[in-house]
């Protein structure tokens, strides 16, 4: 083993049927370095995690860690844990049904008699530690999916580790959170654990990494030094080739113009649903892109939700080109022209078991109707049309979405969307687990449609996509919209503020009845 | 040679990863088993029956015939295991009440009338409806009410016999009119028994239906994901109500065979433990009793298998209280067999013998 390293991988191999995950990849972790697993989506960064801790077994390949003298036998992830290596998982792999503190401390334990009593006290007192909006005895699932990461995070931080793997841990969570996981990363670190660190944002990784190991179609690229790898090599190197110019994608792309463009296409008076957000108002334009913006669990999401008839309605309208249409279940609203790529991929958007193929069709199938099935043929031009246009990495359309890789998952739901050829499309947070290639692509996609008529909402996490696609975004705190910003407003500082409530400035009059 | 091998061997693994390969699998097993047994299982011999109109009669004449009740059972529970995630126990009771429905139609107030009160379509007509609303009041429980499947049919499970023997005022209605018998025997002529072309009709319906509905589609959607699937425009629980209200049906064509093959019931026998032959043929399809994606046609060819198994059982004159205890055996075997974890072993376990050789050469 190299000096200073407590965790190596060499020559691993895993092929999967029709896909060669990972070919003949070398990994070295040190002591005390958070290590940066990039690559685009598809390359194999999570099924080298997987295979380090036991979830698929290796093909080939040897792992060696700190303190044995023989290569490590890893079977299972309760192996890996009790070898000391900790891991949160691309999806979240807590069970939803159980409490908080369990989910924190199961399999963690020994003996059959549990003195829960100190054990939800234990865990509320780790979730203070951190800062996370979360009681011991609550039901997972009824927690947003930002807190569930962060109880998974605070599940691998208190196991005693000397590996601590984190893949795409901050995909849905805001800055604060973020800064509050890199705050506690240092810590670990100075005390000699070693961390995996994967994710899709390159400011990430330069702000908390030493060192980079890019992944390119399942083979290793190489493994770089923080300060000898400047930010455009490190695409090169991820993609294969340069990356286009990210600030020019605004300017590149007209606005839709045409004679019905002032009139809302869509408007919501007074809308509120089960969800808990105050009633608001909201409209569309045709052509337009619009935004909400918030920090976690303002409520944005809540919003379109309601909208789309997600989540049930108990107040308020929506009209169409100003005529009062009802929307209780989403069939309603998907007739009406609206589509709606929901947040949570996982439990709100893939069907695990379905073929890339029926989980793109879906709602097309279903809109069509229950007597109306597409034959193979056109499912599969369909199918692969969208796969090529998004460039979907599958190894058929006939493969199970959920052996797909995360962001290749997100890909096929907006390809479902995109199918249905909505009026009006919302997107929940598209470009969550998406590679910085892809991510451009995806605004530009947006801006295109729209240049085309297509109406959109967009909402992301990352305020410049946001300012990058947005012409007009609608602030909310505390469930409640606080301000709208348009034109000369949208910049970084005025969202801040208006999030803050400092210069909360009143909803313009269209807005307000 | 050597690559000759090597196709045969790749299309092996290719149907060893087939969920349909377990009840084939099967099937051959037993036909093997059979075969060195004793040969004169597969002998069909055509006769005269007791009217004098020439049948079919041997082991796999009797395995068509009575694996048909089954089979169509079979269909019904697939869709419902795959849209509820969950399973249907009371379909046995529910037969004893269609059956009982057939009956009362057909006797009116004489439980041993000389003519039929009403034409047989009629009664059956009767009894579909009866069928498919009980399997609406358990698909209420199930879709609506978010009762674990297990514990709502539990109650038709428990009640349903009593309600069957309460239907014709607990008497035992015979009817003797001959032309009721030919839906579970033979129709004078034909010497293939009438079940088999009833149940061949259903898998025809079935198939057609798959085909150009999205019936499959559907269930299977809701089925692995409900809450994704309501975001794309099914109304999930209408769907998990639906296949209740289809197994409802399925259960009246049974009904109506169980009880014309007797001419007459017995509350508390008739289709005694098919509820569990069923949903066995559903798990030795390869199906996932925890919902979701299916194979119609593997859930059919299990329903064989386990008339097949019933019958080989019979055949060595194995006492019909024992024959549950002999049933649980084989099927465990088959469903561990089929069971992942193990197919995977399996497969690695060969591919490692395949490689040991090859290494050996390179030396
Ligand atoms: N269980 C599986 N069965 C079949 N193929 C799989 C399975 N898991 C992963 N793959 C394939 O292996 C490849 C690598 O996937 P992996 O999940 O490791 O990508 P990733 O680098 O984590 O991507 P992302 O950034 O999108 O999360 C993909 O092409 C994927 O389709
Ligand atoms: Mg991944």
Redo the contacts between chains.
Sequence with gaps: MREGAILEMRGICKSFPGVRALQNVDFTLCEGEIHALMGENGAGKSTLIKVLTGVY?KDSGQIFLKGYQKAAVIRSPQDAQNMGISTVYQEITLCPNLSVAENMYIGRTKGFVQNWKAINAKADQVLKSLDIPATATQQLASCSIAVQQMVAIARAVDMDCKVLILDEPTSSLDEQEVEKLFRLMRDLQKKGVGIIFVTHFLDQVYEVCDKITVLRDGKLVGEYAIKDLPRVQLVSKMLGKELDDLSDIQSESETYTAEDAEDAIFETENLASTEGIKPFDFYIRKGEVTGFTGLLGSGRSECVRAI?G?DKITSGTVKKHGKPVKIS???DA?RLGIG?L?EDRK????????SVR?NII??L???K?????FTKAEANAFAEQYIKLLDIKTASADTPIKSLSGGNQQKCILA?WLLTHPEYLILDEPTRGIDVGTKIDIQKLVLKLASEGMSITFISSETDEMLRTCSRLVVMRDRKVVGELSGEELTQTMIMNTIAGGEAKQCSPETIQ | MQSRNNTVSELLMKLFRRQIFIPIAALLLLALFNLIADPSFFKITLGTNSAGDPVLSGYLITILDYGSELAILAIGMTLVTAASGGQDISVGAAIAISGSVVLRVLCGSNSRPETLQAPIIVAFLVSCLVAMAFGAFNGTLVAYFKIQPMVATLILFTAGRSIAAWINNNELPIISEPSFGYFGGFIPGIPIPTPVFIAVACMIITALTLRFTNLGLYCQAVGINDKSSRLNGLNPAFIKFLTYVILGLCVAVAGLIKVSRLSSINYSVIAKDIEMDAILAVALGGNALSGGKFNMTASILGAYVIQFLTTTLYKFNVQSDALSAYKAVVVIALVVLSAPIVREKLTALKNSLKKQPAAKEVA
Aim: proline share 14%.
């Design positions: 077994p789309f997600a279940h989403p069939i998907m709606y929901p439990r709100d958007g893939i069907i695990g078991d379905l029926e879906l709602a199938q279903v809109m109707g229950f007597f109306k099935p479902r």
